[in-house]
């Protein structure tokens, strides 16, 4: 079956970094577009980022030159490195893609931006 694991949330200062981990399995990895979401208390579900099965990628607005996502195929796995962190960025983060037109998502990690 499915299986979205994220790794890597934490406490961190502002202006520091964290990567985020999304360890995939059960899928052909390679074949598919996958994105990372984040939910502050209070908060809907949003996109922070995708990258496509061929590389390609998009951001939200507020994230665009501080994240990057990318992918490494040969261990199903995607990252999400973060710099210049803000209190704003405080959330859980959500790995995602959609298999058989279905939404899978990880458990989620805690980053939390705090001096």
């Known amino acids: 079956q499915v299986q979205l694991v994220e790794s890597g949330g934490g406490l961190v200062q502002p202006g520091g970094s964290l990567r985020l981990s999304c360890a995939a399995s059960?899928?052909?990895?390679?074949?598919?577009?996958m994105s990372w979401y984040r939910q502050a208390p209070g908060k809907e579900r949003e996109l922070v980022a995708r990258?496509?099965?061929?590389?390609?990628?998009s951001y939200m607005d507020s994230v665009k030159g501080r994240f990057t996502i990318s992918r490494d195929n040969a261990k199903n796995t995607v990252y999400l490195q973060m710099n210049s962190l803000k209190s704003e960025d405080t959330a859980v983060y959500y790995c995602?893609?959609?298999?058989?037109?279905?939404?899978?998502w990880g458990q989620g990690t805690q980053v939390t931006v705090s001096s």
């Open positions: 990258i496509t099965n061929t590389g390609r990628t």
């Open positions: 059960g899928f052909t990895f390679s074949s598919y577009a």
């Open positions: 995602h893609t959609v298999y058989r037109v279905v939404a899978r």
